[in-house]
C-alpha cells in the first residue's frame, strides 16, 4: 500500500526494433477489444452531444426543421426567463441541502458500522439498500404517497400535534421530500466511506489513545485528514449528480416541478421545455448551461482541495 | 490443457452468437415474412377506456388473424409528450389517437398519412362538419372518433342532501357560485368543497369566455382576451378559494390529467369540471349518484360550451402496413359490433348510424352521456376553429401561471400579463 512499494506499470524501458512492432499488433488487438466501447461512446454520447450543441443555436420544435438563431437561447435564458432562475435557485437550494446531509450521514453510519463485530453484512446491506431501490421510479412514487396529505408521515406527524399537512403541496416543504429521499440513499458514500476508513492505520489512534486523546479530539485529528481524499471524492461525485436530480422530483410533482414552481429543479425545466413545451433548442442551451456550471463547480472544488485534502502518500513522496 | 480451455471458450462464444443471429431473425420472420402483421395502437384515456378498447382489438384480432394489435395507453399530459417525442424520432405508432390540438403540427410535418387515399376506410357514415375538421390542406389526415362537450359532473345524491337547488340548462356562473358556496358550508357534505378550482383549467376559461361573447382564439390565429379578461377570471377564481366556494390550492396542484388525482376523484369536492366522456372514470369512485349538469351559462345567457371533436384516429405516415391501419381504424370508427364495445367511451360517436342504431341500446354511463348532449342540440354556437400552431403547451402555462396565483406568489394580475406575454410568444413561432 506504500507509494514506494509500486512502480507503475507503464515505466516499461523504451521498445526497441521488433519490438516495436509487437506493440503496434498489441495495440491493433486493443482497438478491435475496446471498439464496442469506442463505437458505442461515439454513436450515442459524443454525437448526440455535438448535435445539441448546433440544437442550443437553434429554434427546434421538434417537427420543423431546425431554425438558427446564434445566441437567442442563451441570452433568452440569461435576461427574460424568471423561471429559469426560479429552476437555478430551486437546485443550488436542493445540493446544499442533500449534499452535506446526505455525505454527513453516510460518514456517521460508516464509523457506526466500522466498529460493529456481529452481524457486519447484514447491516452494511441494510443501509445500502435504500441506494438500491432509489433510483427507482416506484420508490419516488411511493414517497410521493408518503408525503401527501393523509399520507403516513402527515398521519404521523398530525398524530404529535405538528399539523403540516402533505409535504409535497407546500412549496418550501416539497423540495425537502425531494431532498430527504436522496438523503435516505446514502449507500454508496457509505461505502466508499468505510472502505476509507479501513484504511486508516490502527497505529494513529493507538498513538492517541496512549497520550490520551478523547474521540472527538480522535475523530478530528485523526479520521478527517485522513479520510479527506474520500471525503472529497464523494463531495465531487455526490455533487455532480445533485445537480443533475431529476427523477425525485419529477415523480413527487407529477412532472410538473410544483407547488408553485417549487421542486421544479433545473433538470426538470429542462425536460419541461423540451418535451412539454417542444422547445428542444432551448433546452439543449440549458443542458450545456448545467454542463458548463457543473464543471466549474467542480474546478472551484478541485482548487480549493489543495487547502483541505490530506494525501498521506503526498508526504512519503516528499520525504524521498 | 490451457489452450484446450480456449477453444472451447471460443467455441462456446461463436454458438452464443451464432444463437443471438438466429434468435434476431426469428423476430424479423414474425413481424414480415411469416404473414402475421403487427400494428402498435395508442391513446389516452381512463382504465374504462382501456378495458373498452382491448375488448374491441380483441374482437377485430379474432376477425382478422394475420394482424395483431399491440396496445398502450397512458393519461394526457404523458401521453402528449410521449407521443410528440416518437413522432419527431420517426417512431411514431402505426395507429394513435390525437387531440384537436396535435393534428395541425402532425399533419403538416408529415407524421400522419393521408386516410383518404385508402378505400378501406369508409367515411360516408361520419358527420359531415365533423368530417371536416380531420381535414388539414385539402387532405384527411385524422378521422373524428366522436365529439364531446364540457361538463359539471358532480356527486347528485350528496348536492340533493346538503338541499342546493339541481343545475339547470340555464344556469348562470352567479347561480353556480352560490350553489358552490351553500354545498361547502352544508353540513351533509362533511368537510367536503363545493368544486374543483376553476382558475387551473384553460377548457373551463374559454367556456367562460364564449358566455361573455370572446374567444381563445381570433380567426386570424390571434389571443381573442386581453390580460384584463384573464385577470378578472382569475380573481373572481381567488374570491372563490378563499370564501371556500373551490379547493385551496394543495388539491388543485395534484391534478395531472386523470380522473383519480382531481378533488372529486380524491372525494374532496361535491362537483369538477370535466368533458363528458372521460367523466365515466368518476362513477366507480363517486358511485351511483354521478350526474352530469350542463355548463353555466353567461349573464344574458349565451352558452359558452359547444361541441368538439372529442379526439381522432390518425395512421403513421411511416406505418410499413397502411392498409392493415385504415382496416383497423375503419373497424373501430364503422363497424357495429365495436361500436356496441366502445359505447361512449370516447364520446358520442361521429358515426351517425352508430349514434341511431347502436347508442339506444346502450346502458350505464354511456346512457348518461347520451342524453346529456341530446338536450343541447341545435341549442350551441358554433366551435371554435382548430386551435392554432404553438398552442399546444399553453394549456400548461395556463395552469402553471394560476398556481403562482392560488400559492399567493403572485397577483392576478402580475399571472395575467406573465401568461400573455408567453401565449403571444408562442403564437408568434
Redesign the interface.
Known sequence: MTATATRPPDAAPPATGGKRARKRERQGAAWVFLSPWVIGATVLTLLPMAVSLYLSFTDYNMFDAPRWIGFRNYTQMFTEDPRYWRSVTTTLTYVVIAVPLQLALALAVAIALKSVKRGKGFYRSAFYAPSLLGASMSIALVWRAIFNDGGSVDNLLSGMGIDIGGWINKPGWAILSVALLTIWQFGAPMVIFLAGLQQIPAELYEAAAVDGASWWRQFRSITIPMLSPVLFFNLVLQMIQAFQVFTPAFAVSAGKGGPADSTLVYTLYLYDRGFTASHMGYASAMAWVLLLAIGLVTAVLFRTSRAWVFYANDTNEGGR | MRGNGTRTSLALALVLTLGGTLTGCGGDGGGGSGGKVSLRFTWWGNPDRAARTDKAVELFEQRHPDIDIATSFAGF??Y??KL??Q??GGDAPDVMQLDYRQIN??A??G?LLDLGEHPQLRTSEIDKGLLATGVVDGKQYALPVARGTETVVYDAALWRKAGVPEPTLTWTWDDWADAMRRLSASKATRGRVGSTDLGQSEDVFEIWLRSRGKALYTKDEKLGFTADDLTRYWEWCTKLRKEGAVVP???T??M?GTVE?TPLGRLKSVSDFNWDAPSSGFAPIVGEGLKLAPMPVGEDGTPGQYFKPSMFFGASAKTAHPKQAAQFIDFLLNDKEAGAILGATRGIPANDAMRQDVLPKLEGFDQVVSTYQKQFEGKLKDPPPAPPKGD??LQ??FS?DY??V??E?MSPREAAENYITEAKA?LR?
Do not use: C, L
Request: proline share 0%; glycine share 0%; no cysteine.
Open positions: 399530459d404523458t402528449k409528450a410528440a417525442t413522432a419527431a403540427q402532425y403538416t410535418s407524421i390550492a394543495e388539491q396542484t395534484q395531472d388525482n399546444a403547451s400548461s402555462t402553471r398556481d403562482q392560488s400559492y406568489r408562442e413561432r
